[in-house]
């Protein structure tokens, strides 16, 4: 690490398209919705930690002792790591701060660099994907349909309220992917969510864990979810009023609030959720908003309310362990956090779901649904299918 990090940020010109200036086969760091937020180029620094509490403490000392030079006040702009963390707390945590960052928000557009570093051209276009075939990882159906049924055996004992299964499939291919390619796809056929890369954990996530600007902070939680072939209208009502997916929402909902309340000055939880319309499948969500106490950082919140109920279940502890009785798999950082952080501590941190690891020619993606009293296997095996395809169409499979 050099003596002094020197860190200068400057406006440009409105980028088109942020995830089209990503240069491919190399280093990429992404976070980008509506097409608007951060790409990274290179590798500045980079850590894996034991704890959120060590990636933060090194990134904080690292910012501390940079020369930061920032033109204007944007969160986004001047020094930022990207950060994915893991589901379980003895995984890793990986923290990327990256040479280049350009970002594009709110009217304005930048360039940061970390010591003279300049943002390498993309030379011509991405890469074809390669051919690849999908296998079974730890389910295949049967499996899968007989696990649920434990599952919901043991709510029906009072032994667990909320369990969320995931399974992964994976697949091998002749020559290495070119992850640009998958970007590009995720970020414009899935806008409205959150297209993340960080250290080949590449996905679109449609739920915001917390977002901390300035005092204020916002959650959307997701629970309870349909797809189909009837009419949006039809969807929309059928789980409006679906009793399973409201009770699936409402431990959502109610772990993350809780985890907030000692830690903010306000809050504000929704009564009703709205119905938020995806491409592939509609959830129920709920955007919980409040004012932070001082002194909080968004990884401190984020370590705080993981992992909640829409990717463990309730009561967490109890979860958890069926989770890791059952689930016959290492998530790794599938379901974790994922998102990024500046030097006053603020950032966004979404769920890094709709997603997959993707390194050279391996690729492992992920899908998962939460399973109460009354859930059917067979459909919630739909459900992992439906939530499968955004990775399995931005790779060229489907």
């Known amino acids: 690490m050099p003596a002094m990090d020197v860190v200068h940020t400057s406006l440009i010109e409105d980028p088109v398209d942020l995830v089209n200036l990503l240069p491919c086969h190399r280093a990429i760091s992404c976070w980008v919705r509506f097409g608007k937020g ?12 034991p704890s959120a509490a060590a990636a933060e403490a090194w990134w ?4 501390s002792t940079a020369k930061v030079t920032n033109v204007f006040d944007e969160p986004m702009a001047g020094p930022v790591a990207f950060i994915s963390f893991p589901f379980t707390p003895d995984g890793s945590y990986e923290v990327v701060v990256p040479e280049v960052v350009i970002g594009s928000r709110n009217g304005q557009s930048w360039i940061t660099t970390w010591n003279h570093a300049e943002l390498a051209a993309r030379k011509g276009t991405p890469s074809p994907l390669p051919e690849m075939q999908f296998r079974t990882g730890n389910f295949d159906h049967d499996q899968w349909i007989s696990v649920v049924n434990q599952i919901i055996t043991r709510i029906h004992h009072h032994s ?4 969320v299964l995931a399974r992964d499939e994976i697949a091998e291919t002749p020559s290495p992917i070119d992850v640009c390619s998958v970007l590009t796809h995720l970020a414009a056929a899935y806008p409205q969510t959150w297209t993340f890369c960080v250290n080949n954990l590449v996905g ?4 915001l864990l917390i977002r901390q600007d300035r005092g204020l902070i916002t959650s959307r939680v997701l629970a309870g979810t349909i797809h189909g072939d009837h009419d949006e209208s039809s969807l929309a009502e059928a789980l409006k009023s679906s009793s399973k997916d409201l009770r699936e929402h409402e431990y959502a909902v109610a772990s993350v609030a809780n985890a907030l309340r000692p830690h903010v000055t306000s809050l504000h939880v929704p009564e009703v959720p709205f119905v938020l319309q995806l491409p592939n499948v509609m959830h129920l969500a709920s955007d919980i908003s409040g004012a932070v106490r001082p002194g909080a ?3 401190e919140l984020a370590s705080t309310i993981h992992p909640s109920a829409a990717v463990c279940g309730t009561p967490t502890a109890l979860a958890r362990e069926v989770i890791t009785e059952l689930e016959n798999m290492d998530r790794g950082r599938y379901a974790g956090p994922v998102g990024w952080i ?3 501590g603020d950032g966004e941190i979404a769920l890094a779901l709709r997603c997959g690891m993707i390194e050279e020619k391996h690729v492992r993606i992920f899908a998962g649904c939460g399973i109460v009293a009354d859930s059917n296997p067979e459909a919630e095996w ?16 489907l």
Not at 38 to 47: D, W
Not at 60 to 63: F, G, I, M, S, T
Not at 204 to 207: G, I, K
Request: proline letters at 4%; hydrophobic letters at 50%.
């Open 38 to 49: 951060i790409v990274g180029s290179g590798i500045a620094h980079a850590g894996s930690f």
């Open 60 to 63: 904080l000392e690292l910012v």
């Open 160 to 163: 667990v309220d909320k369990v």
């Open 204 to 207: 679109a996530s449609p739920e």
């Open 297 to 299: 950082t968004v990884l």
């Open 342 to 344: 500046n030097a006053e």
């Open 382 to 397: 739909a459900e992992t299918q439906a939530k499968l395809l955004p990775m399995k169409q931005a790779l060229g499979v």
